[in-house]
């Protein structure tokens, strides 16, 4: 992105008064950007979700239904079979081959970010790609996570080798919660959408060798699986999206539930409620950076930091950044008032109690953000790998015979992308709404108190959609 | 039981509120007929005139459709485009006629349609196809990766 951001920025820069702020394009590896939902769309996509909302307060189910635990196993031989050893060194096998490919093909080959392997895949095939997959087939990521399967393998190499067994990792903090994937989120985010050359492949490359340093540290102090589950990024991330599937793995069976189920099972441990702000928050800001309204706050912004003595270049990163954080913190900030709101109704519990007990019903509508926001990105940057992994490097291979292939960009339609994010941001409000009368008929008694409790939810969930549609309405226009 | 009526007579005021806010923040006219979400979902672009709300920039495009190219130029001095980065809207299907001047020597890429030409201070590059990409691409000098417009093509 920023590259060709920052050029456009500094070759204006000199002649700034008449001239519109640089055209920021979300990501680098853009090259077909969507034209913005038109009025009379918005206007319905937001009266859906108000019918909705109303009548789903009025019908909505007396008992809850998402809570109880309900999982059954599919046929045994199938469960066994896709569990089984081979099937799981396979799978981490190919996961760590892809982390070897992305380092290699961004250290050593060309440094343009449409010609090189690694950001492609980073941040189209891994980041986007795997939300639909997950949101179908469940915590694949899960299987294919190389830090994991290193983690593991190299566990049961010391195990072999030292006789007596490995010393017993240390406690994971109750405190710490899910707050380092929070961090690790937000570390991305900014790599994608703030940092200057977040999406040169070297610089990929490097910010992937970092992070695999910090999660092995993390699992060798305290467990593979402790860390992987609450604390390593990726993994909480996708783990989260799956929750809406109906196929969950337990042991070594395969089994299926309700979907939304696995969110309702979903502990509310410490930092889940700032995962959730910085997985709205970013989307919230990739979409908020592409319109006119944050263009004509950024060259405030840019001057600002130019007083305080930072180049041109660095000035407009750090006014990204401060959007970035800012728009998280505003996010946060509602979602807060909102639970402030949900506590006033009565019953004991604190604050951040209240924020926790919800805060899983927030996981659709974060997902249906990215959904709206990027489907037409996946779909369109994405063939793109088809090329890209017959030649990583850019070095003019055809290795796998497809690099000739090219990006039909005519693959989806502006109208048929329109009606796609108004249906998603339309299905995760429902998804959302559904899931919170769920708790509420557990934490209240009473089903007019649980009912009472929600018009502070809706309140915060009609905001959070209508703030997605009108982003997607804001996004790209001139 | 009665609170079952009461949330009916909520769901209907709900429905009335929600028909009222659509009305209330409709456009003025025209678009009723591609409101319907069935319509206008193939690719063909629609055959009444959705030109009306673009609030568009170019003045070629209105109403006249496939007879008459659009035709866009575009001057880079100094290395930024006069008049800052322009933005091109046309209509899918409509043919664009692009010309762009530069003082210096570079090569024009139009992304999304992957179309290039040199340019050269006294030799314009010149560009002629049929815009059948919908989206909004942008139109970089290559060399020194500056951005001289934005082609919209709308549905």
């Known amino acids: 992105m920023t590259r060709r951001r920052l050029a456009a920025a500094l070759g204006i820069a000199g002649l700034v008064a008449a001239l519109v702020p640089a055209q920021a394009a979300a990501h680098g590896l853009v090259v077909r950007a969507d034209l913005p939902i038109p009025e009379w769309l918005f206007a319905w996509g937001a009266a859906i979700v108000l019918i909705v909302s109303f009548v789903a307060l009025a019908v909505l189910w007396p008992k809850p239904r998402l809570e109880p635990e309900r999982w059954r196993p599919l046929s045994a031989r199938v469960g066994r079979a896709l569990t089984s050893v081979p099937v799981e060194l396979l799978a981490g096998a190919i996961g760590v081959a892809l982390l070897l490919i992305v380092v290699w093909s961004g250290l050593a080959g060309v440094q343009s970010p449409q010609a090189n392997f690694a950001p492609t895949f980073v941040y189209v095939i891994f980041w986007l790609g795997l939300v639909p997959v997950s949101l179908i087939f469940g915590d694949l990521f899960r299987a294919f996570n190389p830090w994991r399967a290193i983690g593991r393998g190299f566990s049961w190499v010391a195990r072999r080798g030292s006789r007596g067994g490995l010393p017993e990792p240390l406690p994971y903090p109750p405190w710490l919660g899910r707050w380092p994937a929070a961090l690790a989120l937000v570390a991305f985010v900014w790599l994608e959408i703030v940092a200057e050359s977040g999406n040169t492949p070297s610089t990929v490359a490097i910010a992937t060798l970092v992070y695999s340093g910090v999660t092995f540290l993390g699992m060798a102090l305290y467990g593979v699986e402790a860390w992987i589950d609450r604390a390593e990024g990726f993994s909480v991330y996708f783990n989260l999206i799956s929750r809406v599937s109906p196929l969950e793995r337990r042991g070594r069976e395969i089994g299926v539930r309700r979907p939304l189920s696995g969110l309702a099972a979903l502990t509310p441990l410490p930092g889940t409620v700032a995962l959730l702000m910085v997985m709205i928050g970013s989307v919230s800001f990739d979409g908020l950076s592409d319109g006119p309204t944050w263009q004509s706050i950024v060259p405030g912004l840019q001057d600002f930091f130019a007083s305080l003595g930072f180049g041109p270049a660095r000035t407009l990163e750090l006014a990204f950044g401060v959007g970035l954080i800012g728009t998280i913190l505003l996010v946060s900030g509602f979602y807060a008032l909102g639970a402030a709101g949900v506590r006033s109704v009565g019953g004991a519990r604190s604050e951040t109690g209240a924020a926790r007990a919800f805060v899983h019903s927030l996981v659709p509508i974060a997902i249906v953000y990215a959904a709206a926001h990027y489907v037409s990105f996946l779909l369109i940057q994405g063939q793109a790998i088809a090329f890209l992994a017959s030649d990583p ?53 009473k089903a007019h108190v649980a009912v009472r409790s929600q018009y502070w939810m809706l309140a915060v969930m009609v905001g959070f959609t209508t703030l997605a549609l009108w982003l997607l309405s804001q996004a790209n226009q001139g | ?133 919908e989206g909004i691409y942008e139109i970089e000098l290559e060399g020194s990766h500056t951005q001289i417009a934005r082609l919209e093509v709308t549905p």
């Open chain 1, 393 to 445: 490097l850019g070095e003019g291979w055809n290795l796998l015979g497809t690099a000739a292939s090219t990006i039909d960009y005519g693959v989806i339609g502006t109208n048929a992308v329109w009606y796609l994010q108004v249906g998603f941001v339309v299905a995760g409000h429902v998804s959302a709404l559904v899931l919170a009368h769920d708790r509420a008929l557990v934490l209240y008694e």
């Open chain 2, 1 to 133: 039981m009665q609170s079952n009526r009461s949330r009916v007579a909520l769901a209907v005021v709900a429905v009335a509120l929600a028909a009222v806010a659509f009305l209330v923040l409709r456009p003025a006219d025209d678009e009723e007929g591609a409101s319907a979400p069935s319509a206008a979902q193939g690719s063909s672009p629609a055959p009444d005139e959705e030109d009306s709300g673009s609030g568009g920039g170019g003045g070629e495009d209105g109403g006249v459709k496939r007879d008459k190219p659009d035709s866009v130029e575009i001057e880079v001095t100094n290395g930024a485009p006069v008049g800052g980065v322009a933005d091109v809207e046309v209509a899918k299907g409509n043919e664009v006629l692009l010309e762009v001047s530069a003082d210096t020597e570079d090569v024009v890429h139009v992304h999304g349609y992957d179309q290039f030409a040199g340019v050269a201070p006294d030799d314009p590059a010149k560009f002629k196809f049929i815009a059948d990409l």
